[in-house]
Every structure is written in structure tokens, then in C-alpha cells.
């Protein structure tokens, strides 16, 4: 439950972590993770939804594929177009990515569409596994990283968007989000008590 501070300050701790205080004592937050969480569960819905929008390429980019990938891409197609991608085939064994999730980070095209066809080769996972592996595979490559500086806005939003997810305290992968530190652990650290 949030108990954030109305207008309360919030600073970047090495471009990684978002600090602020809350009625209780600290809270840090791991602004990869959390990106992460928020794109995670708008992709989820997404795919049940409308979908993501795309953004045309300047530069389409031609994808190789081995016999394997390309035999199974039609599997994973929907899902891909769902989250953004405008793919067709060229060929017997290429692809030419026209467009791409618009909040993916440029250039990271190629390494999703194989990690996820992959997947799809290793495991022939049931549906809802696939959206699952698609939704986490795409947050990951698209959140911001630690070490991206962010301004007070950005800072804001992404705590903001946070907490109005379903799940905020945990990754899709379970890595967790949030440290709490109250007042009476500081106390003890500083030895108050």
C-alpha cells in the first residue's frame, strides 16, 4: 500500500535507484524493475486487447532465420503483431520487420524476435506461458536501464504508474522492486534505540 508523501521529493541514487520518503521512512525503488512491472502488464492487456501500437521503421531491417525459427514463426506471429511489430516474410527463410513497438528501444528488434522463437522451439509452451514469455521478454528489452539518468517528471511518473499496477513490488521475472526501510530500522542502524 502506498504511503507516499503528497509533493514529497524524489532523487536518483546512481542512476539506478528512485528514493523518496514515505509517512513510515524510506522507500527505494529499482527504476529498471519497475518500468519493467508497468510495460509488463500493459503488454498483458494488450495482447487481450487492442494491442500496442507500432512505430514504422526508417529502415526496415531483414531478419535471417534458420529452417527451425522461420517454421515456427507463424506461431508466434499474432502475439508479435500484437505487441507492436509489422512483420512479413521474405523469402524462405527471412523476414522484414517494417515496424516496431513504440516504446522499444531502437535496435533491439531482432534480439526479441529470436529470443522469442527461441521459446517457442524449446519448450511448445501452452498459450498463456507464450503471452507470458512475449510480455516479460518485451518489458525487459524495452524498460529503462539502470545507469539512464531521468528527470523529476520522469521520476514522478514512473513511481505514479507503479503503484497503479496490479503487482508492484515484484518484476515478471520475481526480482523485487521496493525496499522499504521505516524509521525504526534506520533507528536501529544508527544505533537511536
Known amino acids: 500500500k502506498r504511503e507516499l508523501i503528497e509533493d514529497n521529493e524524489i532523487w536518483q541514487l546512481h542512476n539506478k535507484y528512485l528514493v523518496t520518503e514515505i509517512k513510515t521512512g524510506l522507500l527505494v525503488i529499482d527504476q529498471h524493475v519497475a518500468h519493467e512491472r ?5 503488454t498483458i492487456d494488450a495482447i487481450d486487447g487492442e494491442g500496442l501500437p507500432s512505430q ?12 527451425k525459427e522461420f ?20 523469402g524462405d527463410s527471412e523476414i522484414i520487420v517494417d515496424g516496431a513497438p513504440s ?7 531482432e534480439t526479441i524476435i529470436k529470443e522469442l522463437l527461441a521459446l517457442k522451439i524449446k519448450s511448445k509452451e501452452v498459450r498463456s506461458s ?8 518485451y518489458s525487459c528489452h524495452s524498460a529503462i536501464k539502470a545507469g539512464d539518468p531521468l528527470e523529476k517528471f ?10 497503479s499496477t496490479r503487482q508492484p513490488y515484484y518484476c515478471p521475472h520475481g526480482r523485487p522492486i521496493i525496499l522499504n ?3 525504526d530500522e534506520l533507528d536501529k542502524k544508527f544505533e537511536r534505540v
Not at 508497468?38 to 500493459?42: D, F, H, R
Not at 516504446?103 to 528488434?109: H, I, P, S, V
Not at 520522469?154 to 503503484?163: C, P, V
Request: proline share 2%; glycine share 4%; aromatic share 14%.
Open 38 to 42: 508497468i510495460l509488463y502488464e500493459k
Open 154 to 163: 520522469e521520476m514522478k511518473n514512473l513511481i505514479d504508474k507503479l503503484f
Open 56 to 67: 514504422a521503421l526508417l529502415f526496415p531491417k531483414t531478419i535471417s532465420l534458420s529452417d
Open 181 to 183: 526501510l521505516s524509521v
Open 130 to 137: 507464450v503471452i507470458d514469455y512475449v510480455a516479460a521478454s
Open 103 to 109: 516504446e522499444l528501444r531502437w535496435g533491439n528488434e
Open 71 to 90: 517454421s515456427v514463426l507463424e506461431d508466434i506471429l499474432f502475439y508479435l503483431e500484437k505487441i507492436g511489430f509489422s512483420i512479413r516474410k521474405f
